[in-house]
């Protein structure tokens, strides 16, 4: 089994920072892509930022310049850095693991976390 646990949501003012983390644990050999989501009531879960094992990101246009994700390989974590918080980026957010369970299977299998709450007040 895998594990996805998300942590370091909390309310903040507009204009704060917060990081998240994420850390992926249990039976795989590797991790492929890592990302953060988000969702807000009554809207679907949207992709915010995304990276690869070698490094490669991708970002929403909504956060862009604002939120920067990185990874730490050998601890299976991935951040969330949220500067120039904004209330519309009040949600829960998921992050969630691609993985390789097996050494040379070419199939990956995704998890996602339980979520975390981020409040942004004006």
């Known amino acids: 089994q895998v594990q996805v646990v998300e942590s370091g949501g909390g309310l903040v003012q507009a204009g704060g920072s917060l990081r998240l983390s994420c850390t992926a644990s249990?039976?795989?050999?590797?991790?492929?892509?890592q990302g953060w989501y988000r969702q807000a009531p009554g809207n679907q879960r949207d992709m915010i930022a995304g990276?690869?094992?070698?490094?490669?990101?991708n970002y929403a246009d909504s956060v862009k310049g604002r939120f920067t994700i990185s990874r730490d390989s050998a601890k299976n974590t991935v951040y969330l850095q949220m500067n120039s918080l904004k209330p519309e980026d009040t949600a829960v957010y998921y992050c969630n693991a691609d993985v390789r369970r097996k050494s040379g299977d070419t199939t990956l299998f995704r998890y996602w976390g339980q979520g975390t709450q981020v409040t942004v007040s004006l």
């Open positions: 249990g039976s795989f050999v590797s991790i492929d892509v």
């Open positions: 990276i690869t094992a070698s490094g490669g990101t």
